[in-house]
Each structure stands twice: as C-alpha cells, then as structure tokens.
C-alpha cells in the first residue's frame, strides 16, 4: 500500500472525531470523539515514520497515546463527580459560566 | 585619609535619615541635637581634609561606585577633595552646623520640628555632593537635591499660601536656569567625550572658539539660576517666606553661591573667553548695585538681607568674570559667615517680635537684646567692608580686580554699591536696634534668644570678623589649583588710594545712615516720590513677570486645556473606550457557557486559521 492510502484513512478518522465533537451532546461520546481524533494523528505519524524510516515519528505516536491515557483518566473521574452532583452528562446541562 | 571625605559627606545623611523616621511625630528634640551632632561630625571631618590638603598638598580621588557605563560613556560615582572643594565643604559644614544648632531654639515651637532637620540635614548632604562631585553628571546631582531641599525648606510652612507659591516660584525659576547647565553638558560630552573635570578641561583648549563661548554661556545660565542674577533674580526675596535660619544657610552662604562655585570651577573654560567673562562681569556689577537699590527703601528686615545677598552675589560673580577667581572664592567665604550670622540675627529679631519683619514697627530693641544687637553690628560692619573685618578685605580685593582689568566703569558701579551697602545695612541696624521704641509694650515683650542659640552665632561672627586675616595664607592655598591673579597693572600706591577711597564712601555710608536715623530718618513725602516707589516695588519687575510672562502662560494653558486636552485627547480617548465597550456589548453572546457552542466556534477558528494559511501560502509568497 502506498503511503496516501494511510493518510487518507488517517483524514477520514480525523473527520470522523470531528464530526462527533461538534454533534454529541454526551459528554462521554465527546471522549470516544477526541479519542479517536488523537489516534488518527497516531496512524498518519506512525505512518510517516515507516516510510522514512525513521524512528522519532512512532515515538511521538506512543507519547500521544500515554498523554491521552492520562487526559481521559482525570477526563473520566471528573464526569464520575459531575454525573454524582447532578445526574446528567448532558453537555447543554453544563453552562455555568455563562458571560 | 579617604575614611574622612566619606565621614564628612555621610554624616548629613544619616543625621536626615534618623530624623526623617519621626518626621510624622511631634517635636522630639532629639532629632534636633542628634542632626546637629552628625553635622557637627562632618564639620571635623571637612577640617580634618582641610588640614590635611593644607599640610601634604595632595589632591584626594574617590570612586564611590561605577555609576554609568555604557559603550563610551562613562560617568563614576566619584568625588575629589582638592584646595577649593575642600574650602567650600569647610564653609558649608561650619555655617550649616551652626545653623542647625540656631535652629533647635528658632523652630522650638513648631510642630513640623523634626521634619524641618531632616530636609536641613538632607540639604547639606545635596550641598556636599555639589561641591564634593569630581564631573559634571554628579554636581548636576547636587544642584538639583539643593533645589529640591530649597524647595521644601521655603515652602516648609506650605500650609500657608505665600510659602507655596515662594517654593514654587524658586523652583521653576531654577528650572530655567538647569536646562542651561544640562544643553551645557550634553555640548560638553558632545564634543569631548566625558564629563569628568579633569579630562574636560584638559582637552578645553582643542575645541572651536564658537563651541567653547556656547558651552560658557550656557553654563552660567545655570549658575545665574541658582544665584539669582538679574533676570532669574525675583525668587530669592521671595524665597524668604521659609524659616530664617533656612534663608542663612541656603539662601545666603550656601546653596546660591553654587553658582560662583561652578564658574570658579570651570576657571579653564572661562580664561579662554574673556569675553564672555568680561559679560559676566558686568552682570555682576549691574546685579550689585540693583539690587543695592532695592534693598535702600524696603521695610521687611529679611528683604533688605535677601537684596544685599543678591548684591555680594553680583560682588563675586565681577571677580570671576574679570579672571580673578580665588578673589571670587575668597569673597565667597567671608560673605558666607557674615551674611548668615546677619540672617540669624533677624531670626532672633523675629522671634522677639513675634515674626514681625516690618522694621518700621520695631527699634529701640538693643536694650533688650544686647547680644543680637552686637553680633548684628559686627556682621553689618563686616558686609559694608570696614577694616579689619573680613569683608574689608575680599570686598577691597573685587575692587581692585575691576580697577586693574581696566573696567573703570565697573569699579565706579561697585564702589558706589560699595556706599550703598554701607547705608542699607546700618539703615537695618538703625531702625531695629535704636532709635525710638514704634511697638507697644502691651503687644511685644521682645527677650533675648536661648544662650545656646547666641552660643552658636558666636564662632559665625567671629569668624566674620577674622576671616580675612587669612588672605595670604588663603590665597597660597587656592592658587595651587585656580590661575593666580594679583592687580599687577596698577601701582602700589594707586592700590593705597583705591582702598581709603573705598573705606572712605563706606564710611561715609555708614555715618550717613547713623545720622539721618538718629534724627528721625527720612522725611514721609520721601515716601511718595516715584523713585521710592520704582525702588519698593522692586522696579516693576515682579509685576512685569506676572502681566508678561505668568497670565499670558495662563491664558495659553486654559486655551490648552479647553481645546486640546478636553476637546481632542479626551474625546478621542473616550472614543476608544466606547468603541470597546459596544464591541464588548455584543460579543458577550459568544460567551453562553455552552460547551458544545465553544467548541463549533473553536473548530470554526481553526478553520479560518486553516484557510487563511492556505490563501495566504499560495497568494501572498509565504516561503
């Protein structure tokens, strides 16, 4: 396969994050959503980095998925405590700071 | 030895430090006695310098710190000892410790007592830097905390409106004279490179004549601003309204003979303009003498002394203008003890009278106040130049300077001031010492001033007396660093006859004034003559100020105010600030709080960010 096709895949799941967290109205599926925008820069660094051979690429891609591990660790407590205060996670339910 | 310089400058400061932590306080005479001790320290320090110069001849060098260093500018923090800084500190430490101990008995009552040492003290220390300064960036350091010390001591009872506006007035009127010094300056380093004395007048004589007239005039522009010469001269009698013993320190022997300071100082720059000298010269003579006039007729005791200040000022500024700087200096000297124990004595006058300044409403008062009465005299005896008393002797020596540098007419001028001051100072002691009693007994009780207070006038007035006994010693001394002059073009014998015939008019001066008040003074139509009134009225010149120069620079700063200020930066100002304020107003909807909102608006940034990179990167030649 040729390097296009992977950042075409790469585009598509990016799109597909997007999408999500502009549409989702559940805080949780906003997770799913950025998650997935994150890994779609992992698949077009990793493969960047197999066709020029160079290391520093995939690398990068594992320190993105150890930050993303740790965002969504403190993502989720904080939507376990906020879903314990209120009983929602619906996200038009969160406007307290309205200017 | 470097120990002593910085003894003697630090001590002032430390003293205005101190008294400067209760200065919130009520009288604590503490602080008075505790400035003067450190004053007192600083006067045995400069004497110590002073016989230590004396003895070895060593000039003293030293750097407080790097001060400015920057590319090829370079000014240290340094200051030097030589014969004549030395010989000004001796004078300013002697005369100000001797007022700072006359002022624990004048400012007894007054509730700003600790206030009033710390800005006395701080103006020592300012005087100090002055004097002491090794380059022109550090005097201008001096000249200025001078200003700003003269400032608050004149308007130190601000709560009253003539002291405000006197300080005020003094201060702007020095403002005048200090963008002098500075374009003075900024030419020097232009065109020299430093600013450091030394190098500076080394290198003088390779300029052009032009740059060196320029840097001359513009110098004693400075120097007529501190010692009011004519025309920056009316804030002087008006800087009276502070307490007397202010006027003697900083308004008589100090801080107004800066100026003569910094010409005696720039010697090497003035001896290749004698022509600008000789305009000096003749300034002095013309400020000698008109300022003569005005103190003949005016009522208010420490008027008369304030004119005869700017008068001996005008004496001195004549021996440097003529080349004859160490006569300058030496004048500078005798008059500095002379004139502040005059001051001092008005300040015990004053406090006898309840701050009445008004001579007419005084006399008789020597049975009362035996001692005043007779240090007042001999300081009087001293300012008109009788034999042996100090002024004879510097006064005669500006005489001859003028008769030997062939300005006949300036001799003439100065020795009929030379009569005048005979007059109006014993017109002073007249009609305040003797004569009949114009107060009543119900109203006054005068009564004679503290011991210490006298105690601290006694060694000013002996010095006035003896001071001049010194000439030769002095003038071997100074001369080590000033050009030497003596009246080498007139005759031993003309000098004989120049002296009686100067004694003579001063005598005469002085007869005539012990005469004519003993027998009642002058007649009351003398009074209405117009030349009386062009006299009291300071020749208009006050006035002239006001109409000419004051309310048509109020005029313009209300026309200021109304149409540029209000009209055009304020509106503009608050143009801008509505404009934000409505672009705040309706962007406030994008803040809902909303999550999800934010986030649309986010992506919709990023977007245009994206499109703009791309318009911009194939359009505009973004590499």
């Given amino acids: 396969m040729t390097l296009n096709a992977y950042l075409i895949l790469s585009t598509l799941l990016f799109c597909i994050g997007l999408i999500g967290v502009l549409k989702r109205k559940n805080v949780l599926m906003l997770f799913f959503s950025t998650e997935i925008m ?13 066709f020029h051979g160079d290391l520093s690429g995939q690398m990068f891609a594992f320190f993105i998925i150890a930050v993303a591990a740790s965002e969504v660790a403190i993502g989720l407590g904080l939507l376990i405590l906020w879903y314990k205060r209120t009983g929602s996670i619906n996200l038009d339910d969160i406007a307290r700071m309205k200017g | ?115 009033y040492f710390s800005y006395l003290s701080a103006f020592v220390f300012s005087m100090l830097v002055l004097v002491m300064s090794d380059n022109f960036a550090v005097l201008f350091i001096g000249w200025e905390g001078v200003g700003v010390c ?104 100090t801080m107004v003979t800066a ?31 008109f300022a003569a006039s005005m103190a003949l007729v005016h009522n208010d005791m420490k008027r008369i002394i304030a004119y005869s200040t700017l008068s001996q000022l005008g004496y001195m500024f004549v021996a440097a203008g003529l080349g004859a700087y160490w006569v300058a200096l030496f004048h500078l000297v005798t008059h500095a003890f002379f004139k502040s124990v005059l001051f001092l004595g008005a300040g015990n006058v004053m406090h006898a009278m309840n701050n009445e300044l008004d001579i007419r409403k005084m006399g008789g008062l020597h049975n009362k106040m035996k001692s005043t009465s007779i240090i ?76 210490f207070v006298i105690a601290a006038m006694v060694p000013l007035a002996i010095l006035a007396v003896i001071a001049g006994w010194f000439e030769f010693a002095f003038v071997d001394f100074v001369t080590k660093v000033l050009p030497s002059w003596e009246a080498s073009n007139i005759v031993s014998s003309t000098v004989w006859i120049l002296i009686l015939v100067t004694s003579a008019v001063a005598i005469a001066g002085i007869v005539y004034a012990v005469v004519k008040y003993r027998n009642g003074g002058f007649s009351k ?38 149409v540029i200020e209000v009209k055009i930066i304020d509106n503009t100002i608050e143009n801008i600030a509505s404009l934000i304020k409505k672009t705040g107003g309706k962007a406030r909807v994008i803040q809902s709080g909303n999550l999800s909102s934010s986030l649309r608006l986010m992506v919709l940034g990023l977007i245009l960010g994206l499109v703009l990179a791309l318009v911009l990167s194939l359009f505009g030649g973004v590499k």
């Avoid at chain 2, 430090?17 to 005479?29: E, H, N, Q, Y």
């Avoid at chain 2, 010692?227 to 900083?250: C, K, N, R, Y």
């Avoid at chain 2, 003569?260 to 000789?278: A, H, K």
């Avoid at chain 2, 009134?533 to 313009?556: A, D, G, M, R």
Wanted: aromatic share 16%; net charge negative.
């Fill in chain 1, 38 to 50: 994150l890994n779609a820069v992992n698949v077009g660094l990793a493969a960047i980095s197999k």
């Fill in chain 2, 1 to 115: 030895m470097e120990k002593y310089v910085y003894i003697a400058l630090f001590a002032p400061l430390v003293g205005s430090l101190v008294a400067a932590l209760f200065s919130m306080r009520g009288k604590i005479a503490f602080t008075g006695w505790f400035t003067s001790l450190m004053l007192a320290v600083s006067m045995i320090a400069s004497l110590n310098l002073l016989s230590f110069v004396y003895t070895t001849d060593i000039v003293l060098n030293v750097t407080l710190f790097e001060w400015m260093k920057a590319g090829s500018l370079n000014i240290p923090f340094g200051f030097i000892v030589d014969h004549v800084s030395v010989v000004m500190m001796t004078v300013v430490t002697v005369v100000s410790t001797m007022v700072h101990i006359h002022s624990i008995g004048y400012m007894e009552n007054d509730e700003g007592f600790n206030r």
């Fill in chain 2, 150 to 253: 003269s400032w608050l001591l004149i308007g130190f009872w601000y709560k009253k409106e003539s002291a405000a506006w006197a300080a005020n007035e003094a201060f702007i009127m020095n403002r005048v004279g200090d963008v002098g010094l500075l374009l003075a300056m900024f030419l020097i380093y232009w065109s020299l490179g430093s600013l450091q004395y030394e190098e500076v007048f080394q290198n003088i004589g390779t300029l052009e004549t032009s740059t060196i007239t320029w840097i001359g005039i513009l110098l004693f522009i400075g120097a007529m601003g501190k010692s009011a010469q004519f025309p920056l001269h009316t804030w002087l009698a008006d800087a009276m309204e502070g307490p007397t013993p202010v006027s003697a320190l900083i308004h008589a022997a």
């Fill in chain 2, 259 to 289: 100026g003569v300071y910094l010409v005696v100082r720039s010697n090497e720059l003035y001896v290749l303009i004698p022509e600008v000298g000789y305009a000096i010269a003749c300034l002095g003579a013309f400020v000698a003498i």
């Fill in chain 2, 376 to 451: 007042m005299t001999i300081a009087s005896v001293a300012l008109a130049g009788i034999f042996p008393l100090a002024g004879f002797f510097s006064k005669d020596k500006i005489l001859e300077a003028a008769f030997n540098g062939d300005a006949y007419f300036l001799w003439l001028i100065l020795w009929i001031t030379a009569g005048l001051t005979a007059f109006y100072s014993f017109r002073l002691v007249m009609k305040v010492f003797h004569g009949e009693q114009n107060y009543s007994n119900d109203d006054f009780h005068p009564h004679e001033a503290k011991g």
């Fill in chain 2, 525 to 562: 139509d003398w009074e209405d003559k117009s030349i009386h009134k062009l006299l009291s009225n300071q020749y208009y010149i006050p006035q002239f100020y006001e109409n000419f120069i004051t309310k048509p620079y109020h005029k313009l700063s209300v026309w200021v105010f109304n």
